[in-house]
Structures are given as structure tokens and as C-alpha cells.
């Protein structure tokens, strides 16, 4: 067993580290040490910039559902991106042999509300090594609201749950904004399959295993919401009537909390949008009535294309949905990102 270099360590509230989505921050059981960042929600990363050859991750999980995959990235370089398989380890050896200059990583939660969440303590560089200043954050945020489509559950291609290759965290990168993506395979408006659990009662959680913890609204605003909620109200015959008049309460929720974004109401690609499907007409109708009701011109709809099976999306009919939800929003011009 070869001996561990000396090592600079890096805590996780650092405030050269970035947090992408939503963390909280947790006091460990042994209060000498320092806060630890907590995250659940799929597609949450943290990003630094670091000196020296090598990298280590201090990431473990909370204990409670499977473990979340993460992906590790340096320098950008997402052809090589290392999987950090769910287990118990604490410590991850993310790059060594490096040049002996200044990189960047980015560790990106792969699962999502099913997962474990997980915790990051900090970073261990080379000795007398150090974070430098970020890359400036983007000036575009968008949020996504869903269920198993926007987290990047059972994909046929994928060997496990990966928020990164979903459509809402691939609209992002191609937009070049920073994401928030809050949602939860299975979970509906109305019904769905995880009850009691639905999105309007877990929403505004930090974590979403922890309904204990809300989350800060005040902290983060998107210039752009997307919620792309109703495939699994379908599949439990919800109600069209109480979807309706729980959408329009769910929009205005969201509207109180952003005053200024733009909100889309998505639907797809599996076949809640088939043809001959009600439900793009009971999205359709739920936002003219709010319209009509609100006098808020700030709420449009967008319709995925059927995918053709009733599966889930693979990454690269994600990747199509990002393409085509991406143009949509560019088309818009660059104000609604003021």
C-alpha cells in the first residue's frame, strides 16, 4: 500500500467552490468539524477551479434509498468524464498525474429524489496547492419542474438514473445557463405513484427527502421555469377538472416565488402526448384560464413530440427534446433573460 501524499484540504465551505441547484448546509455529528454541503435534487453540481497534479472528493452518502452516481469532469473535457459509482466511500481519487498548473472540476449528481441524498465535506489538492476564483457563473438560470423525463429515469441506454444526460440539464448546457431540476420519478400534479408525496408538496424542499428542510426562494431566481409535470397523473387517471385546478394553483405558487420569469408549461415526450391524447388540451386550457383569471402574459406552453413507445426517453431522444426546447426558448430573444 504505497503512502498518501501530503495534502492541502479544502472544507466544503469554501467560498471558492460553486453549488449549481439547491445544498444545504448540515452540521456534522461531531460539531468541531465544519458544515458539510447536502444535496439531493438530480443534476446539482459543484464546481472549483484548483492548482496542482491531483484531486480528491470528499463525498459520502446520508444513508437512506440507493446511492446516487455522480460524474466527475476536469477541464471541461466531458468525453472523459470519470463515473463515481454509488457506495460507501468517503474519499474519491478524481485525477492524479496532472499537469502541474491550474484545472477545473465539476462533480454532477447523477440520481435523483429516489437516491440517497449525498454529502460533500470539501476537496484534498497537492500540498501548498489551492482553489482559485471561479469561472464567472452564467448570467442565464433556468429551473425545471417534472417527474422520471426531467430527472433522467430509466433510460433505456443508461445503466442507471443520470439527470446529467436529461433533457433539462442538456437545455441548460445548451443554453448556456445554470440549472436548478426539481422533480422525482414517478411523482405527479394530482396522483401519480408516489403518494402522499406529489411536485406542489415538495416543491420548496431543500433536499428531497427532507421535508423538514424548506428551501430559501430569496436565494436563487430563474429568468426562465419550466414544468413538465402530468404523465404520471395520466397513467392514475387523475381527473382532468382537479388537475386543472390544481395546475393554475401550482402556477400561481410558482409565479408568487418569481414575479419575473417566464413560465412554460411542457408536456412529453411519452404519451401523454400521443395522438388523440386529452391531456395537451387540459395543459392548454388550465394556462388561458390563469391567463384570463391573472392577466399574466408571462405563461406559455410547449408540447414535446411522442415519442412513438411508452418507454422513457433514451439520452439521445433527450438530447433531441433539449435541441428542440432550447430553439424554443431561443427564439424568444435574449430579454427574458433580464
Given at each position: 500500500k504505497?503512502?498518501?501524499?501530503?495534502q492541502?484540504?479544502?472544507d466544503?465551505?469554501?467560498s471558492?467552490?460553486?453549488y449549481?441547484?439547491?445544498?444545504n448546509?448540515i452540521?456534522p455529528k461531531?460539531?468541531?468539524?465544519?458544515?458539510?454541503?447536502e444535496?439531493?435534487?438530480?443534476a446539482t453540481s459543484i464546481?472549483a477551479?484548483?492548482?496542482?497534479?491531483s484531486?480528491?472528493?470528499?463525498?459520502?452518502l446520508l444513508?437512506?434509498?440507493?446511492?446516487?452516481?455522480f460524474?466527475?469532469?476536469i477541464?471541461?473535457?466531458?468525453?472523459e468524464?470519470?463515473t463515481?459509482a454509488a457506495?460507501n466511500?468517503?474519499d474519491?481519487?478524481?485525477?492524479?498525474?496532472?499537469?502541474?498548473?491550474?484545472?477545473?472540476i465539476?462533480?454532477v449528481?447523477l440520481?435523483?429524489a429516489?437516491?440517497?441524498?449525498?454529502t460533500?465535506?470539501g476537496f484534498?489538492?497537492?500540498a501548498g496547492?489551492?482553489?482559485?476564483?471561479?469561472?464567472?457563473r452564467?448570467?442565464?438560470?433556468?429551473e425545471?419542474?417534472?417527474d422520471?423525463?426531467?430527472?433522467g429515469?430509466m433510460?433505456?441506454d443508461?445503466p442507471?438514473?443520470?439527470g446529467?444526460l436529461?433533457?433539462a440539464a442538456?437545455?441548460?448546457?445548451l443554453l448556456?445557463a445554470e440549472p436548478?431540476?426539481?422533480?422525482k420519478?414517478?411523482?405527479?400534479?394530482v396522483?401519480g405513484?408516489?403518494?402522499?408525496?406529489?411536485?406542489p408538496g415538495?416543491?420548496?424542499?431543500?433536499?428531497?427527502m427532507?421535508g423538514?428542510?424548506?428551501?430559501d426562494?430569496?436565494?436563487?431566481a430563474?429568468?426562465v421555469v419550466?414544468i413538465?409535470?402530468?404523465?404520471?397523473d395520466?397513467w392514475?387517471n387523475t381527473?382532468?377538472?382537479i388537475f386543472k385546478?390544481?395546475y393554475?394553483?401550482f402556477?400561481k405558487?410558482?409565479r408568487n416565488?418569481?414575479?419575473n420569469?417566464?413560465?412554460?408549461?411542457a408536456?412529453g415526450?411519452?404519451?401523454a402526448v400521443?395522438?388523440?391524447?386529452q391531456w395537451?388540451?387540459v395543459i392548454?386550457?388550465?394556462v388561458e384560464?390563469?391567463?384570463?383569471?391573472t392577466k399574466?402574459t408571462k405563461?406559455e406552453?410547449f408540447?414535446?413530440?411522442?415519442?412513438?413507445a411508452?418507454?422513457?426517453?433514451s439520452?439521445?431522444q433527450?438530447?433531441?427534446?433539449?435541441?428542440?426546447?432550447?430553439?424554443?426558448?431561443?427564439a424568444?430573444?435574449?430579454n427574458i433573460w433580464?
Amino acid at each position: 500500500k504505497r503512502p498518501v501524499p501530503a495534502q492541502t484540504s479544502i472544507d466544503a465551505t469554501d467560498s471558492h467552490i460553486q453549488y449549481i441547484g439547491r445544498f444545504n448546509e448540515i452540521q456534522p455529528k461531531d460539531a468541531t468539524k465544519p458544515l458539510v454541503k447536502e444535496c439531493g435534487w438530480s443534476a446539482t453540481s459543484i464546481r472549483a477551479r484548483f492548482e496542482g497534479t491531483s484531486i480528491r472528493a470528499r463525498l459520502e452518502l446520508l444513508g437512506w434509498g440507493g446511492g446516487s452516481n455522480f460524474y466527475a469532469i476536469i477541464d471541461g473535457n466531458e468525453k472523459e468524464k470519470i463515473t463515481l459509482a454509488a457506495d460507501n466511500r468517503k474519499d474519491w481519487l478524481i485525477a492524479e498525474g496532472l499537469p502541474d498548473t491550474v484545472h477545473t472540476i465539476e462533480l454532477v449528481r447523477l440520481g435523483g429524489a429516489w437516491n440517497s441524498s449525498s454529502t460533500f465535506s470539501g476537496f484534498y489538492l497537492d500540498a501548498g496547492k489551492k482553489l482559485l476564483e471561479p469561472l464567472p457563473r452564467s448570467s442565464r438560470r433556468i429551473e425545471f419542474y417534472g417527474d422520471s423525463i426531467t430527472e433522467g429515469g430509466m433510460m433505456p441506454d443508461q445503466p442507471f438514473a443520470n439527470g446529467y444526460l436529461a433533457y433539462a440539464a442538456t437545455t441548460a448546457r445548451l443554453l448556456h445557463a445554470e440549472p436548478s431540476v426539481i422533480c422525482k420519478s414517478g411523482i405527479g400534479l394530482v396522483k401519480g405513484f408516489t403518494l402522499p408525496q406529489t411536485l406542489p408538496g415538495m416543491f420548496d424542499r431543500g433536499a428531497p427527502m427532507r421535508g423538514d428542510v424548506k428551501w430559501d426562494f430569496s436565494k436563487w431566481a430563474p429568468h426562465v421555469v419550466v414544468i413538465n409535470i402530468g404523465q404520471n397523473d395520466v397513467w392514475t387517471n387523475t381527473d382532468p377538472t382537479i388537475f386543472k385546478e390544481t395546475y393554475i394553483a401550482f402556477i400561481k405558487t410558482l409565479r408568487n416565488h418569481y414575479p419575473n420569469a417566464l413560465i412554460v408549461c411542457a408536456l412529453g415526450s411519452m404519451d401523454a402526448v400521443a395522438k388523440g391524447s386529452q391531456w395537451p388540451a387540459v395543459i392548454t386550457d388550465s394556462v388561458e384560464t390563469y391567463k384570463t383569471e391573472t392577466k399574466d402574459t408571462k405563461v406559455e406552453t410547449f408540447f414535446f413530440e411522442f415519442l412513438g413507445a411508452k418507454g422513457h426517453p433514451s439520452s439521445t431522444q433527450a438530447y433531441g427534446m433539449a435541441e428542440k426546447l432550447s430553439a424554443f426558448l431561443e427564439a424568444k430573444g435574449p430579454n427574458i433573460w433580464q
